[in-house]
């Protein structure tokens, strides 16, 4: 069995900073309570009815396709990690395959909603589709438009603060250097608290969960059978329309289950952390890649952050750090390094890789 490894990086952000001063016109926040509570500073938003999560990521696989060296009509299997999908459905897969020019090639496309932690689950379907030998150029997206879905009122600023928009890619494929590659990968669910961290409506759940959240809820729906359960006016005239965050409840469980997932990785493998080049994590909030840190007695130089200048980018975040760190020099080949993270669901996953 071949190992699989990463021979193609691209990331792409949006031109438009947003600053924290920016969102102080128009919400009751400061740029020092954003910062003190998660360290951005600014954040790029897609442009409105031009960019996608699956334009940008077309961008982002357009250059991970060039880095690796291979053409378009090369790629043979699609994975697209996202929240913000371009539609309800179909998903962003086959949109990418449209934007790329190559729907005649007829190629399989995977649509994966494990918000933070979809790239590292994509990576890690990818590794055994390559490692089986079932595919040789996995093209693996994550892309996200948050801007699009926020809410830009005081009511909204304890997430709309949080989010940006980006897009990063990779190509996957087999190496017969057993020294190189993906070494090993974790994935890990818990869903007993999906709704502390959670994009609820619009959705098809007709209040069934409410015996799962801490208040009623009252979403509007009518009582006969032929009614509307997807999007009622109560939804839109009370603002229900929008992500729900638990933030506190979220970062105690975050700052528990990221270094146990990346520890898992250590002890599955073999490898000392020790010996870690560099750690990438989800960018989540700082504070969290602070307390991770610190827990796992890393210098600074091992952990990338990049979070004061995009926010969160959730399925988007650990490609476009990955790319940024090996355009920057960062990560050679030999080095050893880690993806990690942690988010809605709760989901939390960690991969080892010897670049």
């Not at 190629?107 to 994966?112: P, R, S, T, W």
Request: hydrophobic content about 40%.
């Amino acid at each position: 069995m071949k190992n699989s490894i990463i021979v193609g990086v691209g990331h792409y952000v949006p031109e438009t900073v947003v600053k924290n001063s920016d969102l102080e016109d128009v919400m009751d926040t400061s740029n020092e309570w954003i910062i003190e509570r998660t360290g951005i500073e600014e954040r790029r938003y897609g442009k409105k009815h031009v960019e996608t999560s699956t334009t940008m990521g077309a961008k982002a696989a357009e250059m991970a396709i060039h880095d690796a060296g291979i053409s378009k009509e090369d790629i043979d299997f699609i994975i697209f990690a996202t929240l913000s999908p371009d539609y309800y459905f179909p998903g962003n897969g086959v949109l990418l395959q449209r934007e790329l020019g190559i729907t005649n090639t007829e190629i399989g496309a995977l649509d994966i909603r494990n918000q933070c932690s979809g790239f590292v689950y994509g990576l890690s379907i990818a590794d055994q589709f390559v490692k089986t030998g079932m595919y040789k150029n996995v093209l693996l997206v994550g892309g996200e438009m948050h801007s699009m879905g926020l809410d830009f009122s005081t009511r909204g600023r304890n997430v709309t603060v949080i989010f940006g928009d980006g897009a990063g890619a990779v190509i996957v494929q087999p190496t017969d250097d057993k020294n190189r590659g993906i070494l090993t990968t974790h994935l890990h669910s818990n869903g007993t608290y999906a709704e502390k961290l959670a994009f609820i409506s619009p959705g098809a759940h007709g209040g069934y969960y409410q015996k799962y959240t801490d208040e009623e809820l009252d979403y509007g729906f009518p009582k006969d059978v032929l009614g509307e359960v997807f999007v009622t006016q109560k939804m839109v005239d009370e603002g229900m329309l929008y992500p729900h965050m638990e933030g506190q409840f979220v970062f105690k469980n975050a700052v528990v289950k990221f270094p146990e997932v990346i520890m898992e990785a250590f002890k599955k493998s073999g490898e000392s952390i020790e010996n870690l080049k560099l750690l990438i994590p989800h960018q989540a909030n700082l504070r969290i890649s602070q307390f991770v840190q610190k827990r796992l007695g890393l210098k600074d130089e091992q952990i990338w952050n990049n979070i004061q200048k995009y926010g969160n980018t959730t399925a988007a975040s650990i490609p476009i750090a990955l790319s940024e760190a090996i355009q920057a020099g960062v990560v050679k080949k030999g080095d050893l390094v880690c993806l990690a993270a942690f988010g809605s669901g709760f989901t939390w996953a960690s991969a080892l890789i010897r670049w």
